[in-house]
């Protein structure tokens, strides 16, 4: 079913409302997916009507748009309310107790009014203008984003009323002439002459009087049906004074009703232009065509794990054993001789030992052993700053292993400037690797200050 | 069809192999510093252009027992030749050992095809201990590459150069929190020449990233303009009862009106976030503040980004000259120029009108026989340049972060000003524009708005770069 384009509008500002609420994301790869489909398929970028096809967002079928509700009613109502104002208006205008004659100068003068009115309509909504769009807004007759179309649509409105109006007026004068015995006549208070009059008749029918010479006015007939208030001369022939009904006729039919049927029929036309227009200028529109032609990249941004909640560590500081076996774990403090003074301690003559990093791990076992032999605590000294990995891990198992599970071990991992402090995050993840190691008498021990 | 390239992110545990990963991938979620010695898997990001895979980055645990690992290779291999064949019977051998879970895991991408980037820290002492390492992955015989990364704040990279030199053919420096945008492209290329056959795919995701940033950035500017349409146009309104004080319901319709710019500001930050993908970040900013009990803005935010009167007038009367010269068109130039003369004068008055009755806003016009109160919109040019400012500031910090970062991201409010660098023209579209946003909402106007806004965040970004 072929869309229009004010419902074409209406469905991609609702659909255009809805990604509002959509990541930029997930819309990217969903239209450009729509987009590489209809490539393949038959090589276009697809139109806004097929992309809301395919969203399933479109809401053409049977029945009314609900979305135009305020504005369907309001032109019933101006229509009902036109008709009843046309009739009752002619009546008016054809009222005729046969004390006076029934002016053609004022239904022709009502004529021009209604032409004059049409035209304005037109006009306002040519320009845009909104004198009643507050009110408008206020009753949400349409949304926001398209507050352009309410004077076409108001138009439109308004014309139906108009025309309404002018049919059934029309339909009136022609019973009225039909059941009553009407007697026009014309009068003026300007000073003007029957030629005069009789000109402005000949160029009124100027539309009709080629092919209609019934409905134009003769100049006879303009001189008789002249008439003035204070005369109560009576025409000759008192029977042609019906004669002008034919002429009123088509001055309304071709400048009341035709001109509100052309307008009304432009209304329409300024509907879907402006509605066309709109929805090549809504800022949906751009971002949508955007989306059809930027190739979807996807940098794998869903695909990370969270990072588990780390604690701070069981592990309390232990307070260093007095040992003189000393084991620099991947040259750990090893250049550094005033800390292991002040870390060796104890009866037995300092043993300085390296293990880990670059050595082998035979030479790892033979630490091991030489460590072992003494039956001491042992410092193990590490860097702080690195993880602790692990090949640390293994040589403390194999440690206690070897040394049994009384053998104190102090683990002490140092930070990069020597005599400089660990962060509490980084000792963290050494009290976490205490806490994994499930060693009784493995402790994690802070270096000791070393005077410089 | 050349599969696409896959590159395993290896090396010592915490050495910022995912700091690399969460940077190429823009993807603030990868778990930085996990714990070395618990259990961990690969990650895979891929970079695919239209569902077609372009390249795959692959962040690896990082070695736990590397001496033990080649100790068991060396003993097991008989011949050069056999070594990428021994590493995979290493693989094998040990995929279910929980002690070599991070080597089987970091290896097994590399044994399928994978090259190899191999990331160490630029900012602490080189040690022998790597050499283990690097040798166990010159044993796999994959294409590699080495990347100096910079955790800390020392600098040893001379001497990582001379020793990575040694194992590794390329050896890059990359910083993964602080490398500009163009650094990570440059990257990603000499990612390519590893092998001749995956320099084609890097080059075009090259280009799709680039064309990405272009997009984001355009999008970002239209986010920024939308809001401060919004922003500008906003107005409270309530009902006024008849016994109802006049005051209180002002001091309430301020209130609100204060807060829904705060929440709108901050909708906005979200937005801008999430574009760039940062969608973990904290952010420390000062919110939108008035002075209390006023209706001007801090001193604070109005020195940092607001103008001064001069400006006002001058940018004024340009906005008013811009409509007064469509007078001169329509009269095909018989008013000599003088549209443009009282559009000017005009402009400037308002601009300078409004600026210095900043606290006329108060009460709005009252309309339905006096029931209806409306609060806004401000009428204060300053605060279009307010939101501007600080909106274009958020933006740029957040097109120069990576997603390896995660320090809070601190506003702060600049020392000069960045409209220094807007023609006049652009500083009277400007103006033009900011000024019709307070008065109408339409389509054309917002369009203005987003043209002005563009042409703000190019300036803004040449004041950045200086």
Redesign the interface.
Known sequence: MPYSPLRLLLDFDDQYQRDQRQ???FLHRRD??LA?QAQQRDGSTPLPEDWLRTLGADRVGGGHDPRLRTWRRARVLFVLGGAVLGVLTMLGLLYYDGSQRINVTLLLGFAALQLALAILTTMQAGIGWRPWGRLLDRAGATP??L??LQPPLAARVAHSGGLAFAIAALLTLLVQVVVRDLAFGWSTTLQTSAPAYHELTHALALPWRQWLPPAVPSLELVEQSRFFRISDQTPADPARLGAWWAFLAMVWLVYVVLPRLVFLALSRAQLRWRAKR?LA???GMA?LR?RFE???????????????E?DQGKAADGVLPESGTVIHW??AGLADDGLFSALAGGERAPLRLAA???A??EHDRAVLEQAGQRREPVLILAQG???????L??FLDDARQQWGEDTVIALVPLA?DPGGALSDDTLA?WR??VD?RQHAHLRLCRAPEVPS | MTPAPRFAVVG???KGKSSIVATL???D??????????TR?S?????????HLLYE?IDTP???????VL?WLQAHSHSASDRPDTVRAFVNQHRDDP?FH?ECELLTPILDGAGIIYVVDGS?PY???H??EMEILRWTGQPSLALINRIGGDDHGEQWQTALGQYFRIVRDFNAVTAPFEAHLSLLRSFGQLAPQWETALEQAVE??R??RR?RQ??AW?LIA?ALSDMLGHAESARLGEDASRSALEVRLRQSWQDWQRKREQRLRR?VE??Y?H?HLQRQEQHLEWEPGHDLFSERERRAWGVSRAYLATAGFGAGALGGAGVDALTAGHTLGAGALIGGVLGAAGSLYYSSKLDRLNLGPLSSGGREARFGPLRDPQFGYVVLGRALQHWYQITDRNHAGRDPLTLDNADSHWLDNLSRSQRHALQKALQQSTRH????R??ALREAVAQAGEAFLQWRRK
Do not use: C, M
């Open positions: 990541s930029p994301d450009r997916q590489l926001a984003a507050r352009d709109l200028r809504h800022p971002a955007q930027q190739p979807w990249v996807d940098t794998g941004a869903g695909n990370a794990t969270p990072a588990p780390l991947a040259g880990g990093g670059s082998s791990l700053w690195e993880p602790p990995t692990g090949e891990a293994d990069a993840q976490r690797f994994r | 010592h545990p915490n991938s823009q993807n979620a990868v778990a930085i510093a996990l714990e070395p010695g618990t898997d990650e895979r990001y891929p970079l695919s252009v239209d569902g980055l990082g070695f736990q027992r590397p001496r033990r100790a002690r991070d602490v040690h022998q201990e050499e283990a799709h990233l064309e990405q997009h355009k999008r239209a939308d937005e999430q574009l993908q969608h909402q339409d389509e054309k917002r369009q």
